[in-house]
């Protein structure tokens, strides 16, 4: 992840963010057999009509029922507090706030990763604000604090962020990192606080509002949708009339409305959680045309080999009918990785160019 800084000379730095591949939930839970029961037992309508029929607690209540952290898999290191507390975070583009988990957490997911501990630090705040986060893969609750966040060599005295009381679902038992960093749009934040991305903005630490992804093989923030196709061996096979996609590096598939999913499974003859491994080498490029420019996804990208199971995998995945009426698709790390991607929030646009 890059972010731009300004020197005193009025130089503009570019502040380098390393990203570390991990393994995502889902890798996590099929490496161990439990893939197929987890998502009998939490099917992701179940998870939205749960979103939409709850009651609003007490508090600061913020619900993104698009946000669906089971695929994600790149994550960096931030620090909390004074002496620095040490975190692995999603740096993603689909919320907005920052939240970690506490010592005073009481669920199963928070013995299994690194808590923040506010008597260790000379610089929290305590605010009493209860707070809530909804998503399509669980629910975080705890409370608003204060304290000083470092990313890289930036530093946010005072930055507002979540520390959890309770993190539901199982699916956060299995997650490779702590917390999350939301780098999408004020008005997706917790009410009344101010993103990280933005405070760096506001307090003059970044030269530009432009932050951009580069990943490597060795992230919804949404303006504008683009307008999509999808065409296999010159044959439109989605997006047949023009639909609506993100690019999101909080996804890491390419993930679409599950009845042309299917279809397309059947021409890569990917049968259900396992696909021919030596099909990387013969199989054509999908072309996603976006705005009229043509971006080739080819096989080696949409087919995932395990890195323990020597088994393959397509990176193609269904449910997106849940989210909009209308065909719409969400472009993943698996389109991250083959492109360069500068998200502009000053200008509300996204450049792309060859990743190499």
Not at 98 to 116: D, E, G, K, M
Not at 164 to 170: F, P, T
Not at 334 to 351: A, C, H, K, P
């Amino acid at each position: 992840c890059r972010w731009q800084t300004q020197l005193g000379s009025g130089i503009a730095v570019a502040v380098v963010i390393p990203l570390t591949k991990v393994k995502s939930i889902r890798e996590n839970l099929r490496e161990k057999g439990l893939l197929k029961n987890f998502l009998k037992e939490h099917p992701f309508t179940m998870i939205q009509n749960r979103l939409n029929q709850k009651p609003a607690p007490q508090g600061k209540v913020s619900r993104q029922p698009l946000r669906n952290y089971f695929d994600m898999a790149y994550v960096g290191n931030i620090s909390i507090g004074t002496p620095p507390q040490q975190f692995s975070v999603i740096f993603d583009t689909g919320s907005s706030d920052l939240w970690v988990p506490s010592i005073y957490c009481q669920s199963r997911a928070c013995n299994t990763h690194r808590v923040f501990d506010p008597f260790k630090s000379t610089t929290f705040r305590y605010s009493g604000v209860p707070i809530e986060l909804e998503y399509a893969s669980g629910m975080m609750s705890g409370y608003l604090g204060y304290d000083t966040v470092r990313i890289s060599n930036l530093i946010i005295m005072g930055q507002e962020f979540g520390y959890s009381q309770w993190e539901e679902n199982e699916a956060f038992d299995h997650a490779m990192f702590d917390g999350m960093l939301g780098l999408g749009y004020p008005g997706l934040a917790i009410e009344d606080t101010t993103p990280v991305f933005d405070n760096l903005r506001k307090r003059g630490l970044i030269a530009q509002p432009v932050f951009a992804f580069y990943l490597s093989t060795l992230a919804q923030w949404k303006p504008q949708p683009s307008r999509l196709g999808i065409t296999w061996r010159g044959y439109v096979v989605a997006c047949k009339s023009g639909c609506q996609a993100v690019i999101d590096t909080g996804s890491s598939l390419l993930i679409g409305p599950t009845k042309e999913v299917i279809n397309i499974q059947k021409l890569i003859n990917a049968k259900p959680f396992q696909e021919e491994c030596s099909t990387m080498n013969t199989l054509p490029d999908f072309i996603f045309t976006i705005n009229n420019v043509q971006y080739p996804v080819p096989a080696r990208a949409y087919i995932q080999k395990g890195s323990s199971t020597g088994r393959c995998y397509s990176n193609f995945s269904g449910g997106t009918e849940d989210l909009s009426d209308k065909e719409f698709w969400i472009l993943g790390d698996v389109f991250l990785r083959l492109y360069f991607t500068v998200f502009d929030r000053g200008q509300d646009r996204i450049g792309l160019a060859p990743a190499v």
